[in-house]
């Protein structure tokens, strides 16, 4: 049974660092992961979701990132497969591969590109969650998908044994988080997808919530998860101070016209020891400019140097 305390509250969707010819740094994507380790700052590792940039991957690329990542870190830290993919074909057969390498959860998007109706969303789900023995996180995503899965598909999904929860990328409809909770049973869990909602997020579920899959937490990890913790111990008012001190932060990060902030992402990674690499191309480094404003304000919120 699917339990949100194993998996714990930050949950970090880790980066996959690509060599500057493009090829997978599988070493150095072990070595992100220790890192985040020695600075407790991730619960979880989930693998090749949207800041792992999969959507820039093959098939064999994941796998051996589902291979190399269990292999170096099975037994000490809870991982979670992105499995997602365009057709349910090739879900269907990473979230096997993944099952097989030893994965109890995956997370899975909905499928993108084709904008499949509700119906068509719903069979998606239906066909992997009927051939595999693990559980499933629906992960919603429309501002990339180009569909949202509606709190009453959600509803039905959740009726299936092995579908367990979802993850919602929540700034864009805010108070959608609330009526999935309200369409769900009490053991469906709802996870915030988006690092400037944590605290809206919280408020609208409580112990529905099971926290934040954060690509922040690579580097703003430890004031994260102050933030969680000043919340859930009742001191609302220093927890948004945090939020607000690290939302221009997020922002800066979509400077450019990016819509994916892992660009940047891994440029604020560098500066903190990361081997962060390049992102993938279409999707390509800051420039120098980016890179200095970016600096400006990992220093402004404390993430380089002393905190404010």
């Not at 380790?37 to 792992?52: N, P, R, V």
């Not at 499928?111 to 992997?128: A, D, L, M, V």
């Amino acid at each position: 049974m699917f339990s949100k305390d194993r998996y714990g509250k930050i949950l970090v969707p880790v980066v996959t660092p690509f060599k500057e010819n493009g090829d997978v740094d599988f070493d150095a994507m072990v070595k992100i992961g220790e890192m985040l380790l020695a600075k407790g700052w991730a619960d979880t590792f989930i693998l090749t979701g949207t800041t792992g940039e999969f959507f820039t991957m093959s098939a064999a690329e994941r796998i051996k990132v589902y291979e190399t990542m269990s292999t170096a870190f099975k037994g000490r830290v809870p991982m979670i497969a992105g499995t997602g993919a365009a057709s349910t074909r090739e879900a269907l057969e990473l979230t096997k591969v993944a099952a097989r390498i030893g994965f109890e959860t995956v997370m899975i998007v909905a499928p993108y590109y084709t904008k499949p109706s509700q119906r068509e969303i719903q069979e998606h789900f239906r066909t992997i969650a009927a051939a595999v023995p693990i559980d499933i996180l629906v992960y919603n995503i429309p501002i990339f998908t180009g569909v949202n899965t509606s709190p009453a598909m959600i509803g039905e999904l959740a009726k299936i044994s092995n579908i367990v929860g979802i993850k919602e990328e929540a700034e864009l409809n805010a108070k959608q988080m609330t009526e999935f909770l309200n369409a769900t049973p009490d053991d469906f869990i709802v996870y915030n997808g988006d690092d400037t909602m944590v605290l809206e997020s919280y408020v609208q579920g409580f112990e529905r919530i099971g926290g934040v899959i954060s690509g922040g937490s690579h580097i703003v990890g430890d004031q994260i998860r102050e933030m969680i913790d000043l919340l859930l111990a009742g001191k609302v008012r220093e927890a948004s101070l945090i939020q607000r001190r690290l939302l221009p932060l997020y922002r800066i990060m979509g400077q450019g016209g990016r819509t994916n902030p892992v660009c940047l992402l891994k440029e604020a990674m560098k500066m903190m020891g990361y081997p962060a690499g390049y992102p993938r191309q279409p999707l390509l480094s800051g420039t120098a400019e980016e890179v200095a404003k970016v600096r400006e304000m990992m220093m402004k919120v404390g993430a380089l140097g002393k905190k404010p």
